[in-house]
């Protein structure tokens, strides 16, 4: 029996009675001795590989473990003993030795992506003894969105959690598979310092050239993003090859679109034609069609409403101002007070898209909506400040009062900012203004942007009659 014992606590599978079953037999209990009406015994564990011991009191057992305190009982005359999640079973209760086994739950591992990064999942049926082993594992964190306990991925985290829990519980691994880091997450592959510093130097060499912020983030992430798929390749041994082989089994098989395939391509032709003194050649790539979206309109009924969901002048004022002028949302945050013409009706809309300035017209009502928010809030150098005088207000935080007016008044349509520049442009057409104006007033280099509204019109679309209503 004690090379029985012995077997189990190496193989993890002991035998139980005259079964195999899975659990751990890990102590010895020294001879029991027989007190009062009861039949129990005060019993002992001399040596437990949790280090666990058992002590008779008062009818009932204590186990002592470094996880946790839990009260047992003992059942008379079966020889079993059930501790919390745990279940003993004696052999022989009444001779010199015992032996029990330790019935262990189990943890599924599975892969997951978790904002962004690869991790480790470990799912199980709630227990609290459980729970709080898990928690003692350094790594480990509780997702709330997904419900979860999950550890980063690694090549050697899984040999970390057999060490960790074993004779603890069981893991069950079946359904972990091995990850390419490099060709599935490549955003987590550390670069090595001279692509680093070949990045850095682009990104001074844009901000000289003057490219806008959002510009230089895209591209330098485009880059980041490349060369790390390509596992730290040397810049100088990338080819047209690299570039195709990046865009069929990261863009292609990620399933991204067709716009930011085209700023990816434009990030890395304009790099190598900088910095490497060499042309990659894009045209190798098939480039799949960019989708023709028509712009997301609402109707003035529904603008009228979200306009009017805030209380909050500020907030409404600013929700009002793009959908009475059509700036983009960058655009809203960069007006300073010097840029508002009362006098002559206009918006100054200074380096906007293309590095261009443009007047947009103000109507009488929107001045008026203007001179009553600035009495009221004062702002000294931008239009619409943030908590701290004379800083822009967040972007982040436009949008949520967008989302706020949503939820008040109970629209589920995934409207965004842009949507009302999309409104103003499509209501005045619908009104009558030339597709000329419109152009400048947006702003857009090409009158063929602009025509895309001509196709969400309704006023020549609500005269067509459908056959349908003459049968």
């Known amino acids: ?7 189990g606590l190496n193989s993890g599978s002991p035998v139980l009675g005259d079964r195999e079953a899975p659990g751990v037999c890990f102590a010895v209990l020294q001879k029991p001795r027989l007190e009062g009406s009861s039949g129990l015994a005060p019993m002992k ?26 009260r047992c009982r003992a059942v008379p005359g079966c020889g079993c003993i059930s501790v919390g999640f745990c279940f003993f079973r004696l052999k022989n209760p009444l001779s010199c030795s015992y032996y029990f086994f330790y019935q262990m739950k189990t943890i599924v591992l599975k892969n997951a992506v978790i904002e962004g990064l690869p991790v480790i999942c470990l799912e199980f049926p709630y227990d609290f003894a459980l729970k709080e082993l898990v928690k003692t594992y350094s790594e480990c964190q509780w997702s709330k969105r997904h419900k979860t306990w999950w550890v980063p991925y690694r090549e050697d985290q899984l040999d970390e ?13 079946s359904q972990l598979k091995k990850i390419d880091m490099a060709r599935e997450f490549p955003n987590t592959i550390e670069l090595d310092v001279k692509t680093e510093t070949e990045i850095q130097i682009f990104i001074e060499w844009m901000r000289n050239k003057r490219y806008a912020e959002s510009t230089i983030k895209t591209y330098s992430g485009a880059l980041i993003l490349f060369f790390s798929f390509l596992d730290n390749k040397a810049i100088s041994e990338i080819e047209n090859e690299d570039l195709a082989y990046f865009n069929t089994h990261y863009i292609i098989r990620k399933g991204f679109s067709a716009s930011y395939q085209s700023q990816f391509i434009n990030a890395v032709k304009l790099y190598f034609s900088i910095r490497q003194h060499k042309k990659l050649n894009p045209e190798i790539i098939d480039r799949p069609k960019k989708p023709k979206l028509l712009p997301n309109v609402l109707a003035k009924e529904e603008i009228k409403r979200i306009l009017n969901a805030h209380k909050n002048l500020k907030h409404r004022t600013m929700l009002s101002l793009i959908y009475a002028c059509g700036p983009r949302r960058s655009e809203l945050l960069n007006v300073k007070i010097t840029d508002v013409d009362s006098n002559r009706g206009l918006l100054i809309v200074r380096q906007s898209k293309g590095k261009k300035d443009r007047v947009v017209p103000l109507s009488a009502k929107t001045i008026d909506l203007l001179r009553e928010y600035y009495k009221f ?14 800083s822009r207000y967040s972007a982040g935080s436009l949008q949520k009062v967008l989302k706020s007016a949503l939820a008040k008044i109970g629209l589920r349509k995934p409207v965004t900012l842009h949507w009302l520049r999309h409104s103003y442009a499509t209501h005045l057409l619908e009104g009558g203004t030339d597709l000329r104006y419109i152009q400048e007033i ?22 067509i009659k459908s056959p349908f209503d003459d049968l």
């Open 161 to 173: 959690l057999i060490r960790f829990f074993r004779g603890k519980v069981w893991l069950d691994y």
């Open 45 to 70: 564990i001399v040596r437990t590989a949790l280090r666990i011991r058992v002590v008779y009191r008062r009818s009932r057992l204590i186990a002592r473990s470094s996880q946790a305190i839990m």
């Open 442 to 463: 947006l702003g857009h280099r090409s009158s063929r942007t602009t025509e895309i509204y001509t196709h969400v019109t309704d006023n020549s679309i609500r005269r």
């Open 377 to 390: 809030e004062q702002p000294t150098v931008y239009l619409f400040e943030g908590e701290k005088p004379g």
């Open 1 to 7: 029996m004690k090379r029985q014992m012995e077997a």
